[in-house]
């Protein structure tokens, strides 16, 4: 059974504040992770992958990959109102199937 | 920015009654999928499809379901006498390679409410 776990949340950072999001997952044969954004009651948006251990930087947001603890983590740093929304962390073991976790629900408080 | 448009946005059908959802990808895509979310539940995958085949279906994609591409643009998911449980948001993607280089693009839903 290939699992992809969250904490479903809420995770409630003020405005400015650095928002840090996790996700597990079981298979440990993944070899691309994603973070995908969803408002409620609209599509999941992608914000950016990652292949390799480490740290990787797009504009506001970081993602982490640690394969051997099987983590994967966003930050969202300088939160802005607009940010507020779910985050769903999607891994692909294999194939073009993505295993979504049930996502983190983010409130950032102006 | 090019997008995958779905259509309708709202379907509402009565249990029992076949329904076909419709998509069209973005235009230079080669691979094609389907993905349900029930309200409150996790983003699940149904089916991908590629060269004019299924290349993967998961378990929920059983012969209730089938998908077809009728033309160069369209992308369709039919799904043959409906149940209460059905009833979902469902989300047809599209990538221009295999998902695992860049991730794929959703289009922006269809809700389907089976009463």
């Known amino acids: 059974q290939k699992e992809v776990e969250q904490n479903s949340g809420p995770l409630s950072v003020p405005e400015g504040a650095i928002a840090s999001l996790n996700c597990t997952y079981s298979?440990?044969?993944?070899?691309?992770f994603f973070w995908y954004r969803q408002y409620s009651g609209k599509s999941p948006e992608l914000i950016m992958f990652?292949?390799?251990?480490g740290d990787k930087e797009d504009g506001r947001f970081t993602a982490q990959l640690n394969k051997a603890s099987q983590y994967v983590s966003l930050l969202i740093r300088d939160s802005q109102p607009s940010d507020s929304a779910t985050y769903l962390c999607a891994v692909i073991p294999t194939g073009n199937q993505f295993y979504f976790g049930t996502g983190t629900s983010l409130t950032v408080i102006p | 920015e090019p997008e995958v448009t779905q259509t309708p946005s709202h379907q509402v059908t009565q249990m029992g009654q076949e329904v076909i959802l419709r998509c069209v990808p973005i235009?230079?895509?080669?691979?094609f999928y389907w993905y349900r979310q029930i309200l409150g539940q996790k983003v699940e995958f149904l089916v991908s499809f590629y060269n004019n085949e299924i290349s993967e279906k998961s378990e929920i994609f059983d012969d209730q379901f089938s998908v077809e591409r009728p033309d160069g643009s369209n992308f369709t998911l039919k799904i043959r006498s409906t149940k209460l449980e059905d009833s979902a948001m469902y989300f047809c993607?599209?990538?221009?390679?295999?998902?695992?280089?860049?991730?794929?693009?959703f289009g922006s839903g269809t809700r389907l409410t089976v009463v």
């Open positions: 990652i292949y390799s251990n």
């Open positions: 235009s230079n895509h080669l691979y």
């Open positions: 298979d440990r044969g993944s070899q691309s």
């Open positions: 993607a599209s990538s221009p390679f295999g998902a695992s280089d860049y991730g794929y693009t």
